[in-house]
Every structure is written in C-alpha cells, then in structure tokens.
C-alpha cells in the first residue's frame, strides 16, 4: 500500500481566512481524492483530482470555495476558501492504487472559529 | 453503486471472533465489496475486498454469500485494538467514477476486555 502523508496534520483558522492542505504519496498513482468528514459523520467525497486536468467536484461542492491543484503524480492540494465555523472538518486524501484499491491519509483536522 | 446496510454497533470480547455483517440486496454483477475501518478519526484503514469468492487477508475474512446480496467481515481473534467503525462499501468494477468509495454510517464495533 502507498504511504501517503498530509500536511498540516491540525489547524485552528480564524473565520473568513483561507488554509491550503497537503497530500503527498511516496509513489506515483493516477487517480487522488478529496474527501471531509463533518463532526459525528461520515466521509463525503468533494472530488477527484486527476494529473494534468481540472479536478472533478461532486454535488454541493464547488471549486471557489474548494480549488483543488494536482501537479505532478504524486502531490495535490485542497483549498478551503473563506472559512467559516461549518468548514470545521477532517479534510483526508486518497489514491489509487495499481490494484484499484484506495489508501488514506491521516487526516487534517481543522476548527475554524 | 449499491447502498449497504450495517448494524449501527456491536460488542465483542477481547480474542473472540468478530463477525460483522452487511446488506448490500441490490448489488450489481460488477459491483465489488470493500472494508474499510476508521479508529477514532484516524483516515480509514483498508481492510479487504471481494466479488464473488471468499476472501482471507492477514487482517481479516470475508464471507460473500452466494447470491452476493450480504457479506460478513470476520476479525478471527478480535484485540482492543480492533474498536473502530468499519464500512462496507460497495464499488463498481474499472473505469472513471466506479472508482468513488461512498460511506454510510458504519458500525462501531467494540472490543472489550
């Protein structure tokens, strides 16, 4: 399985501010996902992010207020844009592997007050 | 892809088994069955996956019945360690947006000493 790290692991954000997360894996993949994860919830995929095209955005997310970067194969970022207390989340990334199977990151766990 | 149905929680002794089970009745013939766990917000923890066969990893079974409309996860000799929220997600075969994983709410398996 790939080893995949994110950056930074907590953040507390002052509301109306912006924080760009990290996801780095240690091998190449194709395919690297967005997911949050809401206080007491479950996962909810905001988008896929494929090298060299636009990322794509699930329903009820949008890029403004989440603009995904993926230069190269292996590192993406995601932008929380304008925060505000509801952007409070564990924001993880994911990839694809050779086997189609998805690994995880730890997480970034962000307050937004 | 298919919507799955767990048991909200269950309880295990410490080095018994664990026998999770799933819904999945409107599986589709493409359609695989995965496992993830998530302890205590960490990024989910891919456990195993299946399509028709049973299936045996280090972590853990998988029992697919033959119909393929449920599945039991089994954790042979449960260890406090083995207290999280497993889902099991089921996921289309190759290809584009098949590669998506969608939760529900899992259930919260707990190992007690």
Redesign the interface.
Known sequence: ?AV?SQKPSRDICQRGTSLTIQCQVDSQVT?M?WYR?QPGQ????IA?ANQGSEA?Y?SGFVIDKFPISRPNLTFSTLTVSNMSPEDSS?Y?C?V?SPG????????T?LLVL | DAKTTQPPSMDCAEGRAANLPCNHSTISGNEYVYWYRQIHSQGPQYIIHGLKNNETNEMASLIITEDRKSSTLILPHATLRDTAVYYCIVRAGSGGSNYKLTFGKGTLLTVNP
Not at chain 1, 42 to 45: A, D, E, K, M, Q
Not at chain 1, 100 to 107: S, V
């Open positions: 399985s995949i395919m996902f994860q479950s996962l909810t995929l896929t794509t699930e564990i993880l994911s694809l189609e199977t998805q690994y995880f990151g730890p997480g766990r």
